[in-house]
């Protein structure tokens, strides 16, 4: 069976050059974590021979797995490993005729990807307490992560060139990993007591549309402008080559380098996550959920000011224009809001807040509620469901999540946009935006009032609509028990006659 790759082989070895191998993805290291039950991990690599079988198998714990045998084809092979429970050290074993690979100190959890631009690469050196934090993720070992190289590439890569190979935090190399991706797995790690590994692909100052596959670019109507430095060349090559893991989810951090075309973000997200799901579905043996859960970060403030801005478009175009997540159009996901975590003096720039355990938190929040089934986790603020114009013409009334939170009330974010017309629409050009300062508030209501607008139409409304609406964790509304904030909001349509139900 071996015979061709065999006497290749020996010639090779008469010519000191070549050998037949046995590889695994350069993805497989000592250390490294792998997906656990019910979901099977996938193994993947490349071997000499032709037909020849790959035998895998899992040893340690007092328990040897059953092995599991794939054939080579075209140079190719992968294989599902049996469910294992969470937990370890195991040794994972591939042999064949070309070889023997063994990698030891394997764990089993969760695998999560974490992906986006410099946000998602803000080091853990670089956040507020870095030195404690730091200190502390150290009673984290069973946390682990890898690191993919920045590369780019014009075709899809199988192969991944990885920057810093499976590691744990105790690694000198910790406090250059990036501090949201890894905060995210130590808060979740006490919550769900597995192990949890993961692997940070990002790339700083990069476009939604060069993380997406070319099916995702051809959803939307729109190119790049910007040539060839667009569209899905770090699909190519820092996410095409991972297809064939066993994920239990992603975290997505980007949305900055968009802003500038916010118009065209909501459709590149929906359409991204979406192959991104199927793809790594697809090639995981269907291993990797074909629905797998997808948290992500709202964009952080900027400069300060009262300047308008980009911003709050792109924030809503993150959510696919409803406001909040999951929604129908991005089912499975969860957001952290962060507008209000702004830190103007960071010395990697204001773009990069230094508040990064507070994204960490209540992107862990979304996770235990969306991704882990724990259903009574309040991971959302409040939303807007009905604006009433309560027959006054001065004033508005805003009922929060159906009746049901009650709100803590921090500073005035609301605005209303008025216009000499009688129509009941918004037009951002010919209508003016005014502050509607807050009145009252009982429960889950909040009245404000419109005065502003004078003899004016009240026709829509906005909340925390600023690029940087407020000082560190003072934006106007928050969940009394959850004291998480009320995302932006905004409505371009209002009757000053009529109730308005929304949500
Ligand atoms: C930083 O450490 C101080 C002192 O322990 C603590 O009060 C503060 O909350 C920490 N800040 C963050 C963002 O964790
Ligand atoms: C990562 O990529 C850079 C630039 O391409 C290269 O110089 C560096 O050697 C790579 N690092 C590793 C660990 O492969
Ligand atoms: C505006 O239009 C509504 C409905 O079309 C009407 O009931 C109302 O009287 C109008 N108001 C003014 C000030 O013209």
Not at 328 to 333: F, K, W
Request: glycine share 8%; aromatic share 10%.
């Amino acid at each position: 069976m071996a015979s061709a790759c065999v006497l290749i082989f020996l010639l090779a070895a008469f010519f000191h050059q070549g050998e037949c191998a046995l590889l695994l993805n350069s993805y497989f290291s000592d250390h490294m974590v792998l997906q656990r039950a019910p979901q099977q991990a996938v193994l993947w690599g490349t071997a000499d021979t032709e037909g020849d079988i790959i035998t895998a198998k899992v040893t340690g714990q007092g328990s040897d797995s059953t092995p599991v045998t794939t054939k080579v084809t075209q140079g190719q092979w992968k294989v599902k490993l049996p469910a294992q429970n969470a937990g370890g050290p195991y040794i994972v074993n591939v042999h064949s005729h070309d070889g023997d690979v063994t990698f030891s100190d394997v764990l089993f959890g969760d695998v999560w990807l974490c992906s986006g631009q410099s946000n998602m690469g803000v080091k853990m050196n670089q956040i507020i307490n870095a030195s404690e934090e730091i200190k502390t993720a150290q009673s984290f070992p069973q946390v682990r992560f890898t690191r993919v190289n920045f590369t780019q590439s014009d075709t899809p890569q199988s192969s991944v060139f990885y920057n810093i190979p499976w590691t744990t935090p105790n690694n000198r190399v910790f406090e250059y990993f990036s501090s949201v991706c890894f905060l995210f797995g130590e808060y979740l790690h006490p919550h769900v007591n597995h192990p949890i590994g993961l692997v940070l692909s990002y790339w700083g100052g990069t476009l939604v549309e060069a993380w997406s596959p070319p099916q995702a670019i051809g959803q939307c109507q729109h190119r790049s402008k910007r040539g060839p430095r667009g569209d899905s060349i770090l699909w190519n090559a820092m996410i095409n080559p991972l297809l064939s893991t066993t994920l239990y989810g992603a975290i997505w951090y980007q949305g900055e380098s968009n802003s500038y075309h916010y118009d065209r973000y909501s459709c590149q997200i929906i359409a991204m996550l979406k192959e991104w799901r199927k793809q790594f579905h697809q090639q995981s043996l269907q291993q990797t959920s074909a629905n797998f859960p997808f948290g992500y970060v709202q964009l952080a403030p900027n400069a300060p000011g009262d300047a308008v801005g980009l911003f709050p478009e792109e924030r809503w175009a993150q959510t696919a224009n409803y406001g909040y997540s999951p929604n129908p159009a991005l089912p499975n996901t969860f957001m952290a809001v962060t507008m209000d975590l702004p830190d103007y003096d960071s010395p990697s720039g204001s773009i990069h807040p230094r508040y990064k355990q507070d994204v960490a938190k209540r992107l862990v929040l979304g996770a235990l509620n969306q991704a882990y089934g724990h259903s009574d986790v309040i991971f959302q603020g409040p939303f807007p469901t009905a604006i009433n114009a309560n027959g006054d013409p001065h004033e508005l009334t805003i009922e929060y999540d159906h009746g049901k939170t009650e709100l803590d009330v921090r500073s005035n974010g609301f605005e209303v946009c008025c216009s000499v017309l009688n129509t009941t629409h918004c037009d951002d050009v010919l209508d003016t935006w005014v502050d509607a300062p807050i009145s009252r508030t009982s429960g889950s209501l909040v009245t404000i009032s419109t005065s502003g607008c004078g003899s004016r139409h009240v026709v829509g409304m906005r909340y925390e609509w600023r690029t940087s609406p407020c000082d560190l964790k003072l934006c106007s509304l928050y969940g009394k028990t959850s004291g998480l904030p009320a995302p932006p909001y905004i409505t371009r349509s209002i009757s000053e006659h009529n109730s308005a139900i929304i949500g």
